[in-house]
C-alpha cells in the first residue's frame, strides 16, 4: 500500500523562476537556460499525460537493459574511469536494487571475482587488478560486495587486510587520506567509517580507528552549515552527506551545528526545478536527490534523538520525484543530471537513490510514490546506500566472526585446508 501524491500545478510555478534584478550574468543566464530546459520538460508532460501514460512513469525495462549492457561491457568513453571500476559496478548494483531486479547468481559470481581481482595485497581495494587501493573504490567493493552477500563474496572483503589498510590512511588527527600519501579530506572519513562499520569491526578497533575522527568532521563544517571536503573550504552537498552520515555512524552527530545544516541542506531544493543544487547559487543537478535527500532525514533523525521513525520530511518530496521522473530519464534507459545532458551510471544511481529515499523517509510500510503506483522503487539505507537488508546480513555476518574469534581465538586465514572446517565463510 502506498500514499500516491499528485504532480505540481505549473501555472503557479512561474513566480518561482530566477529573478536576475536587471542585471545578467554568467551564472544567471546558466540558472535561467536551465529553467527553460525543465520549463519545456513540463510542458511535455501537461501535453502528453493523457495520451501516453509512459510520460509520468519510470522506463525499468529501459533502465534495466542499459544497466544490464554497462555490467557486461562498458562504452570506449567510460575508458577514462578505468581507475574507478568498482564504481562502475557499485553503481549498477545499486540503481538495479531499487528498480527491484538483480542478476544471474553466474553473472554475481563474476563480479565478485572481478572485485577480489582489484583487491591489493595489502588491503584495500583498487580501481582496476593491478593498481593501488584506494578509500574511495574500497567503499565502492565493499558496498557491492556486501550487496552479493554470498560466502565468496565475504571472502574477497578480507577483513584483516582492510583493517590494515584502513589503519595506514589514517592520520594522527583522526583525518583520512584517500591513498597512502594522497589527500586528505571528508569522502575519506566517511568511506573509512563506512566499510569499518559495514564489516563490524571490533569496538576496540573502531575505538582506535576513529579516534578524534568526528572532531576533524565536525570542523570541516562551514559557516553557511554544510561541510566542506576539510576545513575552511566551501560547503558542498556531496562533502555534507560524507560528513553528517559518518558522524551518525560514530554516534557523534551533536558534534556538528545541527540545526545550521539543516536550513542550510533544505535551502538546496530549488523551488522551480524541485530538484537539488549541490552547492549555494549553483545549479539543479539529479545526483543530490541522494547527497543532499538523504542528509535531511539523516539530520531530522539525530535531532529527534528517540529512534523512532520521521513523521514529516521537512523537503518536498513531490517535487523530487516530479524532476526525476520528468527531467531526468532518457527513453533509451539511463537517468541524467539535468534536460541535454547525457545518460550515465553515476547519475542513474543517485538519482534512483535520492528517489527512494524520498519514498521512504517517512515510512517503510507506506511510500509515498508520486503518480502512478508503478513508481515506487526499493528503499536503500540513507547511511550506506546499498539495501537495508544487505547492511543487516552483512553487520550479522562480522559479528557472528567476531564472536567465533573472542570466545575461540578464531583466525580465518589460519585454518588447514584439511580441517574440517573447510570454508569459515560458509561456516558463519
Known amino acids: 500500500m502506498e500514499e500516491l501524491l499528485d504532480f505540481r500545478d505549473f501555472t503557479e510555478l512561474e513566480a518561482f523562476k530566477f529573478d536576475d534584478e536587471k542585471v545578467s550574468t554568467v551564472t544567471s543566464r546558466e540558472q535561467q537556460k536551465t529553467e527553460n530546459s525543465i520549463e519545456k520538460c513540463f510542458d511535455r508532460y501537461l501535453q502528453l499525460r493523457y495520451s501516453d501514460r509512459r510520460i509520468s512513469k519510470f522506463h525499468r525495462k529501459e533502465h534495466q537493459r542499459f544497466l544490464e549492457c554497462m555490467l557486461h561491457r562498458l562504452p570506449p568513453n567510460y575508458e577514462c574511469l578505468d581507475s574507478s ?22 553473472t554475481l559470481e563474476h563480479v565478485v571475482q ?50 590494515k589498510f584502513l589503519f595506514s590512511v589514517r592520520e594522527p588527527d583522526g583525518s583520512f587520506r584517500l591513498h597512502v600519501d594522497g589527500e586528505t579530506d571528508v569522502r575519506g572519513a ?26 576533524w568532521i565536525a570542523s570541516c563544517q562551514t559557516y553557511e552549515g554544510g561541510f566542506g571536503g576539510a576545513p575552511d573550504l566551501e560547503a558542498h552537498g556531496g562533502y555534507t552527506f560524507c560528513g553528517i552520515a559518518a558522524l551518525a555512524m560514530l554516534n557523534e552527530g551533536h558534534k556538528c551545528q545541527q540545526e545550521q545544516l539543516l536550513k542550510w541542506t533544505l535551502q538546496r531544493q530549488m523551488a522551480y526545478e524541485g530538484g537539488f ?28 534523538n528517540d529512534g523512532k521513525p520521521l513523521k514529516k520530511a521537512l523537503f518536498d518530496i513531490g ?77 550479522h555476518f562480522y559479528e557472528q566472526l567476531n564472536k567465533l574469534r573472542s570466545f575461540a581465538d578464531f583466525n580465518i586465514n589460519d585454518v588447514d585446508n584439511d580441517d ?8 558463519v
Open 420 to 427: 574440517v572446517v573447510e570454508d569459515p565463510v560458509e561456516e
Open 114 to 163: 572481478f572485485l577480489e581481482k582489484c583487491r591489493h595485497p595489502q588491503g584495500g581495494f583498487a580501481g582496476g587488478p593491478g593498481q593501488y587501493p584506494h578509500l574511495a573504490t574500497t567503499y565502492a567493493a565493499v558496498n557491492s560486495l556486501a550487496m552479493i552477500g554470498t560466502p565468496s563474496a565475504f571472502r574477497a572483503i578480507d577483513r584483516d587486510s582492510l583493517e
Open 277 to 304: 543544487q549541490g552547492r549555494t547559487n549553483k545549479l539543479v543537478d539529479g545526483c543530490y536527490s541522494f547527497w543532499v535527500g538523504a542528509t535531511i532525514p539523516i539530520t531530522q533523525a539525530i535531532m529527534n
Open 319 to 395: 517535487a523530487l520525484q516530479e524532476y526525476i521522473l520528468l527531467c531526468c530519464q532518457k527513453a533509451s534507459g539511463g537517468l541524467i543530471d539535468k534536460p541535454g545532458k547525457p545518460q550515465d551510471l553515476y547519475h542513474t544511481c543517485y538519482t534512483l537513490s535520492g528517489i527512494a529515499i524520498a519514498q521512504h523517509s517517512e515510512s517503510a510500510e507506506i511510500p509515498a510514490v508520486l503518480g502512478d503506483p508503478a513508481n515506487e522503487l526499493l528503499p536503500t539505507h540513507p547511511l550506506f546506500n546499498v539495501p537495508p537488508d544487505a547492511v543487516a546480513h552483512t553487520t
Open 190 to 215: 566517511y568511506c573509512a567509517v563506512s566499510v569499518a562499520k559495514l564489516t563490524n569491526m571490533p569496538e576496540e578497533t573502531l575505538k582506535k580507528l576513529f579516534d578524534k575522527t568526528g572532531d
Open 85 to 106: 571500476r568498482p564504481w562502475c559496478v557499485y553503481w549498477i548494483l545499486q540503481a538495479a536494487h531499487v528498480l527491484n531486479f538483480t542478476y544471474s547468481p553466474e
